[in-house]
């Protein structure tokens, strides 16, 4: 059974940085991908990274793109999220996330999800 088990979130003030942590297990294939989302209070949930394991490439949209960044620790197959630069915008639930064995790397569907961890950017 897949699990993510996220952590890391907090309160930290504009301009500074967090680090997420997803730490994931389960898998039976090999071929897959992690991505983190958010979603803030009366706002859709919102995909801000994404790295494929096969090829470790890695994909941003324009609104984190320079300030977050994905990676990998291969050793204890956990991904994270460096946070840089953090605004008060930034503010939302975390989740990371991994697509089923049908799915197509960053491009998804995602079927797995963790749990959650809030972040909160003060002004």
């Known amino acids: 059974e897949v699990q993510l088990v996220e952590s890391g979130g907090g309160l930290v003030q504009a301009g500074g940085s967090l680090r997420l942590s997803c730490a994931a297990s389960g898998f039976t294939f090999d071929d897959y991908a992690i991505g983190w989302f958010r979603q803030a209070p009366g706002k859709e949930r919102e995909g801000v990274a994404c790295i494929s394991v096969s090829d470790g490439n890695t994909y941003y949209p324009d609104s984190v793109k320079g300030r977050f960044t994905i990676s990998r620790d291969n050793a204890k197959n956990t991904f994270y999220l460096q946070m840089n630069s953090l605004k008060p915008e930034d503010t939302a639930v975390y989740y990371c996330?991994?697509?089923?064995?049908?799915?197509?790397?960053?491009?998804?569907?995602?079927?797995?999800w963790g749990q959650g961890t809030q972040v909160t950017v003060s002004s």
């Open positions: 996330a991994a697509p089923g064995p049908v799915g197509v790397g960053c491009l998804g569907p995602f079927d797995y």
